[in-house]
């Protein structure tokens, strides 16, 4: 995880690295974020559990989950927007498109300027 952390970090994407459930549940409480990515060793309970509190948190925010193989069944993956590789560049690339996607949406949602004077 560490790896896949400093890699988002080498791509200008901001990763916070969490070691486990607990900690996760309370950063996804105590902190702002847009997008959660969960790791493939979550075992279906933790990942179940932390798909709740993000969603809790975040209604709207796409949460992803890396996955090593290609296929994965519809009850492990319930909950999840996305399911990205696990290969750098293919992840690197799903969450650049992800990120220009929430910024347009941002850009969307806000309020017109109105001219001064």
């Known amino acids: 995880m560490q790896t ?9 994407l901001d990763a916070l ?4 459930l607990a ?9 702002n974020w847009d997008v959660a990515i969960l790791c493939h060793t ?6 179940t559990m932390a798909i709740a509190a993000l969603r809790r948190r975040n209604p709207c925010a796409p949460i992803l989950l890396v996955a090593r193989r290609s296929y994965i069944p519809a009850a492990e993956a319930e ?5 990205l590789s ?3 560049a293919k992840m690197i690339a799903a969450l650049r498109d992800i990120q220009r996607r929430l910024s347009v949406e941002k850009n ?3 309020e ?3 001219a001064a004077g």
């Open 4 to 12: 896949r952390t400093g890699l988002l970090a080498a791509a200008g």
């Open 17 to 20: 690295n969490i070691a486990g």
């Open 23 to 31: 900690e996760a549940l309370d950063r996804i409480h105590s902190t």
């Open 42 to 47: 979550l075992s279906a309970t933790e990942r």
């Open 79 to 83: 909950g999840i927007d996305l399911i």
């Open 86 to 88: 696990a290969k750098p």
């Open 108 to 110: 969307q949602q806000r």
């Open 112 to 114: 017109p300027l109105e």
